[in-house]
């Protein structure tokens, strides 16, 4: 038995009521420490990411959102694993009060804040009146908005508030966060039902639909104080983080310590936060958030105002722990356990800079709608400096039933502009092989946008978003021809045909290899590509490996490289085949290319054309997940960009607009019914 689990100041076995990349964290450094962990899942065999760190897993018949939330079964589990401690990470029942209680009343360690902290904090109304009272600025506000209990009241409010303060205006959940239950309005016209929609996806992620109005700050920074707190008082600042680089008002890339702040702003943030946190005798890690003004040179102080409080361990802890060099779970792991902190955390100074990119299944050029699905590889490089927090394994499937974050990639280095480098060179190097994500993004945002030389505000991503498609459009053309070759020979080594666009892969060919292959199947059902147009371009695979094969899905990955004039690109791989079908996924230069071949889709071009306009009179989701609202009915007629209906998907909810303008001939769902991805849900009139 490892001698650390006879010290009395810990636990001995933790109980992680979660799951994903926040459950390998928490194990990790519980491994270190000697304590033995549970968590739970639903797989026969339990997932590779965490095999190596979690001491034993309970079989639970499905990991879904509403196990998580059930925080009677959290303890009943955890008791009956025979744990002395629970940790709930982030998310789920981290910032339940009530479920705080009641793993003390059972007897059992709970990871975290007391539940009187936790209550002060809960609600973002409660939380500016207490944040007032202890001298934090705020902004102004309107607190506590009840849609369900008096909508005619709420509304009053609403219209009163904002004919004083005027647009825009930003409506939240009053208890959440994480971009849930959020929208900013800017015109009469929308403020009631945009807070409806905000109240509903509250309700829906939170299970309050209370809501929270404030004055919409035109050029904000989000600036947020990290804290530890002890049981006997004690409230030190562990630096501060920028986390401004947003969409959907949702953070992706984070950094510590925040870049151009003026340190007189600096140290009257630490100073707030320390001074809202004892005043509501808050203990365990926590984090103040606030708002600064983005237009405000850093020559001066910059006014700043308090948003709110995170009552828990938040997604961006890794950068704040690699530039002051402690681990932010084992402290809350003492904390809990009765530790009283050294007075040396409270003087701990950052060293170089630190930059966190999270890593999402979904579209960016779709609203950031999520992609949930099969993953055909998952590739993580690693190298001097950079940190790695995974909720995934090297073949795995992204549910719907959860939050589409699957990594966390950690770049540390002696300055901010080597730390973005190094992010920046590890994304192109990586490879997620799925039918959509975010790493070409985040590899603009930390390699070649406006993000690397000056202060952003929280609109970036949203201002710049034309910016990162033609700078995408661009490079992906730069690199058609090699990706093109490269997925020839992917096609050629890992099956019998393939599909896709004209590629330009031999000398004195005439045609693809692509087409050549395909001819060679199907005869005369596919025409030939055109005649190559660059004669030194040829790729060659130099590894390759069966990774998985359940049931008639067998899934490949390796390396290869193309040779284009007098250089080489060297490029991930995988397919995945399932019966006749196969997925082939390359990555160039951070970039993915992606063909389907099917027999199907190797059938004359027209028989394609006749499926498009079979499928033009049908209106499908766009993500799967549970239809929450339907805007229209059968016989109405709509314009084009009007909203069809809203779908809750990954805890979020997305309107799907109409592409088009006309009768709706009849609506195929109803409000509450599952739909999944491609689904028809409505018909338009021939």
Not at 161 to 189: C, N, Q, W, Y
Not at 320 to 334: A, K, M, N, T
Request: hydrophobic share 40%; proline share 5%; with cysteine.
């Amino acid at each position: 038995m490892n001698p650390r689990l006879k010290n009395p100041e810990l636990c001995k076995r933790l109980f992680i009521a979660n799951r994903g990349e926040i459950a390998r964290r928490i194990a990790l450094t519980a491994q270190r420490l000697g304590i033995e962990t549970v968590a739970l899942t639903d797989r026969v065999t339990p997932p590779a990411y965490l095999a190596d760190v979690i001491t034993v897993f309970h079989h639970v018949p499905e990991e879904t959102t509403a196990l998580y939330l059930n925080g009677n079964e959290m303890i009943k589990l955890a008791k009956l694993c025979e744990c002395d401690a629970i940790h709930p990470g982030f998310g789920f029942l981290s910032e339940n009060a009530v479920f705080a209680e009641a793993v003390a009343s059972a007897g059992l360690i709970w990871v975290g804040p007391a539940a009187t902290g936790i209550k002060a904090m809960a609600s973002k109304a409660a939380a500016r009146t207490l944040a007032l009272k202890a001298s934090v600025p705020c902004i102004e506000g309107l607190d506590g908005i009840d849609l369900d209990r008096d909508p005619e009241l709420a509304a009053t409010q609403l219209r009163k508030f904002a004919k004083s303060t005027g647009f825009p205006l930003l409506i939240k959940a009053a208890f959440g966060g994480g971009g849930k239950g959020m929208r900013i309005v800017h015109d009469e016209d929308a403020l009631i039902e945009q807070s409806h929609r905000a109240a509903s996806e509250a309700k829906s992620s939170f299970g309050n639909g209370l809501l929270v109005v404030e004055r919409y700050l035109e050029s904000p920074r989000h600036v947020e104080v990290q804290i530890l707190a002890d049981k006997s008082g004690q409230v030190f600042a562990i630096g501060d983080r920028d986390c401004s680089l947003q969409r959907r008002h949702q953070k992706i890339i984070e950094e510590a310590p925040a870049p151009d702040l003026h340190e007189t702003t600096r140290k009257a943030m630490q100073t707030a936060a320390i001074g809202l946190a004892k005043s509501v005798g808050y203990d365990s890690a926590g984090t103040v958030e606030f708002l600064v003004d983005g237009k405000a040179p850093a020559t001066s102080p910059q006014p700043f105002y308090f948003l709110e409080m995170n009552t828990r361990l938040q997604v961006e802890h890794p950068v704040s722990e690699e530039v002051f060099g402690l681990d932010l779970v084992e402290w809350q792991l003492r904390i809990a356990c009765g530790t009283t902190m050294p007075a040396s955390l409270g003087k701990l100074l950052p060293r170089g800079h630190s930059v966190e990119a999270r890593i999402y299944a979904e579209d960016v050029h779709q609203n950031f709608f999520p992609a949930p699905g099969p993953v055909s590889s998952f590739i993580t490089p690693s190298s001097p400096g950079i940190r790695w927090e995974t909720g995934l394994d090297t073949v795995d499937e992204v549910t719907t039933r959860f939050d589409p974050m699957v990594a966390k990639l950690v770049a540390t280095a002696e300055s901010r502009e080597a730390a973005l480098a190094r992010l920046t060179q590890t994304l192109k190097a990586m490879f997620l092989a799925n039918s959509a994500n975010n790493i070409s993004l985040l590899t603009w945002l930390s390699g070649f946008s406006g993000f690397r030389s000056k202060v952003v505000s929280t609109h970036f991503i949203a201002d710049a978003m034309p910016e990162f498609l033609k700078w995408e459009k661009a490079e992906r053309a730069k690199l058609e021809t090699a990706a093109t070759a490269a997925l020839d020979a992917v096609a050629f080594s890992t099956g019998l045909t393939s599909h896709g666009p004209a590629s330009h892969t031999r000398a004195g060919a005439g045609e693809s290899l692509a087409a050549q292959l395909t001819r060679a199947a199907f005869g005369s059902l596919v025409k030939a590509a055109p005649a190559p147009s660059d004669h030194n371009t040829m790729a060659h695979l130099h590894h390759e490996k069966i990774l998985a094969q359940d049931g008639t899905t067998t899934t490949r990955m390796g390396l290869g490289s193309v040779r284009m004039a007098s250089r080489h690109l060297p490029f991930h791989f995988a397919s995945r085949q399932t019966g006749g079908d196969r997925i082939l996924f390359v990555n160039l230069c951070g970039h993915n290319f992606k063909r389907e071949i099917t027999k199907i889709s190797l059938v004359a071009p027209t028989s394609r054309a006749s499926a498009r306009q079979a499928t033009s009179l049908h209106v499908s989701a766009p993500v799967p997940g549970k239809i929450v609202a339907i805007k229209v009915s059968a016989g109405v007629e709509v314009e084009e960009g009007a909203a069809v209906l809203v779908i809750e998907s990954m805890k979020m909810e997305f309107e799907v607009k109409s592409q088009r303008q006309g009768r709706i001939e009849s609506v195929d769902v109803t409000v509450g019914e599952q739909v999944s991805a491609g689904q028809t849900v409505a018909r338009w009139s021939p």
